[in-house]
């Protein structure tokens, strides 16, 4: 009986919203104010009047925010009727908006930039000796801590990694040097590494980062980012300045 009750008031309640919205559609809209601010007045019905703005497109690179800007700059410009600034938003997000115009200070997004999604380094997460040296293979620029750190992971023996010494900062490692021969190495932290994970157009910022291996048999590695965001900021300012020099006329915000 509940569920019948429920029922038959949905069903009345479906019916009023329809007659309402029937209703309105027979009722001339009316553009009214209030707190100077324009509205649309259709019966009971209020919605803010703003301008429209036409849906913002996708690039996966700065250059493509270059080319779209070159365009339509050759075009007369009737693409940007209230202004073209730059925003970079992030490390891997740029977007081309307006001023702010109109009585509500809205702001058109022409363009937003994003590089292609690919696979990012799992920093934090402790990796196979495998896919870790994938990982570093794959995922960062070659520099000298990148082959340490290779040679580093390529050769632990699994068997010795749980009586390493470990005093948090560096790790002392037996490691396999040869077939029959056995070394012992000190893994010093930080390292600096290059990640790729902005835009391809500049110069990936360095990373600091500790590298940890597991003490429990398994030959494990991990790396853990240590500077706080840094890279992030060396990455914006890397934009801005090669955004600065392919559009000089353009402000760039970051």
Known sequence: MDDLLSNLVESIEDLATEAAEYKYTFE???????????????GARVTALREA???????????????????????????????????????????????SFGPWRQRDVYAVAQPSAGARFPFGKFLDQEMFQINLLSMFSSEEDRAKLLDFSGNIRGEDTSTSRDDGVSQ??????????DGVVKVENPFTLVPYRTFAEIVQPPQLVVF???????????????????????????????????????????
């Open 28 to 42: 001339t809209p009316e553009e009214v104010k209030f707190n100077e601010l324009p509205y649309l007045r259709t």
């Open 53 to 99: 703005s036409a849906d913002s497109i996708n690039v996966h690179s700065l250059q493509g925010l270059v080319d779209y800007v070159a365009a339509k700059f050759s075009a007369g410009g009737e693409e940007f009727p209230h202004g073209l600034a730059v925003h970079v938003v992030a490390p891997r997000e740029v977007r081309l908006v307006s001023a």
């Open 172 to 181: 002392i490692v037996t490691t396999r040097k040869t077939v029959t021969t």
């Open 212 to 254: 940890r291996i597991a003490t429990d048999g398994s030959k494990e590695c991990a790396l853990f980012e240590v500077d706080d965001g840094q890279w992030q900021l060396k990455a914006i300012d890397g934009i801005k300045a090669y955004l600065a020099e392919q559009l000089p006329d353009v402000p760039i915000i970051g």
